[in-house]
């Protein structure tokens, strides 16, 4: 069951319940969310930018642990819709949704997983994919699928060119440097933490 309150800036904020709630717990979320007014209807008409279904806010794993701070129970999920007056606004794909509408169905998610991918030539995933992993690590990944006796799945080899890509800088910092011949004594991690000793 889902909750929607009015805020006083007009946003819309649902509260994902397990079970119906009493009447104290619902004033308590009334006072918690600034005296918002409970929306009796289990459907709302308008156009709202909130967050993907599929992905659960820090704001809301916040709040919903307030709310269990509150003695409240049953909470699942809390998230923040806001009231577009565009009929093409601007919103960020990535984390938010435009939503003709709000209902009992906007936490619902009905997709299913994409099936698991073996990979068969590394090497040609990588260019396929434009994961920029090198030939070292192309060799390494080999190497690894033949020590466990299996292919590597897509997630795993996603997951190492995320790791080991440049903007993920974990390789470089960790990395040791050689310098005119000479190596130098501490990683770059080491000479940022060395500033907080």
């Given at each position: 069951m889902i909750l929607f309150f009015e805020g006083t800036s007009k946003?819309?904020?649902a509260a994902g319940t397990s079970d119906k709630l009493p009447k104290k717990d619902i004033e308590k979320l009334i006072w918690l969310f600034g005296e918002a007014t409970l929306i009796t209807s289990e459907k709302i008409g308008g156009i709202f930018i909130g967050p993907r279904k599929e992905m659960?806010?820090?704001w809301s794993t916040n709040a919903v642990e307030i709310t269990q701070n509150m003695g409240i129970n049953g909470i699942k999920r809390i998230e923040e819709f806001h009231v577009s007056g565009l009929k093409k606004p601007h919103f960020d794909?990535?984390?938010?949704s435009l939503y003709t509408g709000l209902d009992q169905t906007i936490f619902t998610i009905d997709k299913l997983p994409d099936?698991?991918?073996?990979?068969?030539?590394i090497n040609e995933y990588n260019q396929k994919e434009?994961?920029?992993?090198n030939n070292?690590?192309?060799a390494y990944l080999d190497k690894l699928s033949k020590s466990i006796g299996r292919k590597l799945t897509d997630?795993?080899?996603f997951g190492f060119s995320q790791v080991n890509s440049e903007h993920c800088r974990h390789k470089i910092f960790n990395g040791t440097f050689i310098l005119s011949g000479k190596e130098k004594e501490a990683t770059l991690f080491q000479m940022i933490k060395a500033t907080t000793k």
């Amino acid at each position: 069951m889902i909750l929607f309150f009015e805020g006083t800036s007009k946003n819309l904020i649902a509260a994902g319940t397990s079970d119906k709630l009493p009447k104290k717990d619902i004033e308590k979320l009334i006072w918690l969310f600034g005296e918002a007014t409970l929306i009796t209807s289990e459907k709302i008409g308008g156009i709202f930018i909130g967050p993907r279904k599929e992905m659960v806010t820090p704001w809301s794993t916040n709040a919903v642990e307030i709310t269990q701070n509150m003695g409240i129970n049953g909470i699942k999920r809390i998230e923040e819709f806001h009231v577009s007056g565009l009929k093409k606004p601007h919103f960020d794909p990535m984390l938010q949704s435009l939503y003709t509408g709000l209902d009992q169905t906007i936490f619902t998610i009905d997709k299913l997983p994409d099936p698991v991918i073996y990979i068969d030539n590394i090497n040609e995933y990588n260019q396929k994919e434009g994961l920029a992993l090198n030939n070292e690590e192309i060799a390494y990944l080999d190497k690894l699928s033949k020590s466990i006796g299996r292919k590597l799945t897509d997630s795993e080899v996603f997951g190492f060119s995320q790791v080991n890509s440049e903007h993920c800088r974990h390789k470089i910092f960790n990395g040791t440097f050689i310098l005119s011949g000479k190596e130098k004594e501490a990683t770059l991690f080491q000479m940022i933490k060395a500033t907080t000793k």
